[in-house]
């Protein structure tokens, strides 16, 4: 007696899951100008690296003779497989089959890879297209149920122990839209996805309101405007691309350092354009990305959530190959000020930097955090405080460098007075509570309004005051601890990287807080 029936019947069901909701289900799919999940999957791992979990989950029927009538795959495609040799968990929904939405066998697979990646310790990458609960599930079930996340758990666990990716791939709604926050990092291409709590047909009903799936949530809302997603790709190749990209910055887990590339940059180098690129005018703005590409290695910047919060710039780099987490303003927007959304920005990227043990280098030019009756609104202190507490509770190896402005508390919040301040000063820098253009007149105001020229004499106190304002006269104080030249920028932050990850060594495992973003 052999089982050379049940491996047959083994290889027919297997053929079955891989077509997915059928011929037309795909058809439909790729008119849409989208891939399917196992063409999502064979794009992203490395070529026939995928084991897939749970191929035979799913809903069958048979007839009299207790033969398999016909059967539909869960539309949850689960496993794991390698991205550039090294290992990952896979969970992708099918679109082909109702949509995506859940039902029992889908659900229980996305619990079981999530408890797989926690277990292995290596990192989850989500690919969600899916319309999340149907009341069709009602009549598949019998009767309906009380709402219950039991994905919530490994889901927040995950994210203090390895990297977690969220790709929104087509229209995601409801519990999937939620997913693709508890991440770490997420990405949309642009006119194929949509995210949202619900969509128009449920907008209508409840709120009278209508409206389309794209301007309740396409990339245009939630990379621009709400910065729920992180990064815009241009199609789903490049969603892989950036996936893969982002994933080298970061070590599997916790428990590892993050890995070192080999580079033909000369860590000592010095480039002479940093000697001019900031503008004696302060009026004048410069590239802050340039200015930046002259200090990391060269093209190893990966920018983070780029349009939202955009006086504040966040990037993956890295120093003599080590990856680090490079924070910098951008006097473009606001004049670098602190925004609402920056400081949101910052949280994020200072939690993600904290969690993997990156090294964090802040660039720093920052006039402070953003006024006016706008930014109130916008609750700018309660979000600023919070990145207070971030930058106070981050551990891992921090290094400042003031370049230009670095005033009132946003100036503070660049380095953490609890524990080595270590940052080194540009001779362009300059620092205090307030400017002297604005604070000479909120300071001297009866002064300068009594005299009998008040321009003249607001003039006059300001450039008395400019001259108390030299760099050089602080470090007499040691009240900044070095003033560098420019150029020397990059051989210092090489040297610093270095020496920190003899620090990070010792600090490798989970933070006492786990990296949620907030």
């Not at 109130?376 to 979000?383: A, L, P, V, W, Y």
Request: neutral net charge; proline residues 6%; hydrophobic residues 40%.
């Amino acid at each position: 007696m052999t089982w050379h029936k049940e491996i047959d019947e083994l290889k027919h069901r297997r053929e079955l899951a891989k077509q997915m909701g059928g011929a037309e289900g795909i058809a439909r799919q790729h008119s849409r100008g989208k891939l399917t999940v196992r063409e999502r999957i064979d794009r992203l791992l490395d070529r026939d690296s995928f084991q897939e979990i749970g191929t035979l989950a799913g809903s069958a029927e048979y007839d009299e003779h207790g033969e398999l009538k016909s059967f539909t795959p869960a539309n949850t495609v689960t496993g794991y497989g390698k991205i550039n040799g090294r290992p990952v968990c896979v969970q992708g929904a099918d679109f082909t089959i109702r949509g995506g939405s859940t039902v029992p066998s889908g659900g229980a697979k996305g619990v079981f890879i999530e408890k797989m990646s926690l277990e292995w310790r290596i990192p989850l990458i989500r690919l969600l297209e899916a319309a999340g609960g149907s009341v069709r599930t009602f009549e598949a079930i019998g009767r309906t149920y009380v709402p219950d996340s039991p994905w919530v758990v490994p889901g927040v666990t995950l994210m203090g122990h390895v990297p977690v990716v969220s790709a929104v791939l087509g229209s995601a709604a409801g519990w999937v839209a939620i997913m693709a926050e508890i991440a770490h990092w997420s990405i949309m291409p642009k006119d194929t996805s949509e995210l949202f709590v619900a969509g128009p047909p449920l907008i209508e009903r409840a709120l009278g309101i209508r409206t389309t799936k794209e301007e309740v949530g396409d990339y245009r809302v939630h990379c621009y405007q709400t910065g729920v997603i992180d990064n815009l790709a241009e199609d789903e190749e490049d969603v892989f691309r950036q996936i893969k990209l982002f994933l080298s910055y970061l070590p599997q887990n916790v428990w590892q350092p993050p890995p070192r590339v080999e580079t033909d940059d000369n860590p000592n180098r010095r480039d002479e354009e940093l000697l001019s690129i900031i503008p004696k005018d302060r009026s004048k703005l410069y590239d802050i990305r340039q200015l930046i590409s002259h200090i990391v290695d060269k093209d190893s910047a990966f920018e983070l959530s780029p349009f939202y919060g955009r006086s504040l710039v966040t990037l993956l780099a890295r120093m003599d190959g080590y990856p680090v987490a490079v924070l910098s303003n951008d006097c473009g927007w606001f004049g670098g000020a602190q925004t609402a959304a920056a400081c949101e920005k910052m949280v994020r990227f200072v939690d993600l930097a904290d969690t993997f043990h990156l090294p964090v280098i802040y660039l720093v030019d920052v006039p402070g955090f953003m006024i006016g009756p706008e930014s109130e609104k916008e609750g700018t202190r309660r979000k600023a405080a919070r990145a207070l507490f971030a930058m106070y509770q981050a551990t891992t190896p921090w290094i400042s460098v003031l370049m230009r402005k670095c005033y009132g508390v946003a100036g503070s919040v660049h380095g953490s007075n609890a524990r080595l301040n270590l940052r080194y000063a540009w001779p362009s820098a300059e620092w205090g509570s307030l400017p002297v253009a604005g604070g000479a007149m909120a300071a001297f105001r009866r002064e300068i309004e009594a005299a009998p020229d008040p321009e003249a004499k607001r003039v006059e106190i300001e450039n008395r005051l400019d001259q108390l304002s030299s760099p050089f006269r602080t470090a007499e104080a040691f009240g900044v601890e070095e003033i560098i030249d420019p150029r020397d920028t990059r051989p210092l932050l090489c040297e610093f990287v270095r020496r920190a990850q003899d620090i990070a060594a010792t600090q490798l495992g989970p933070k006492a807080r786990v990296g949620v973003r907030p």
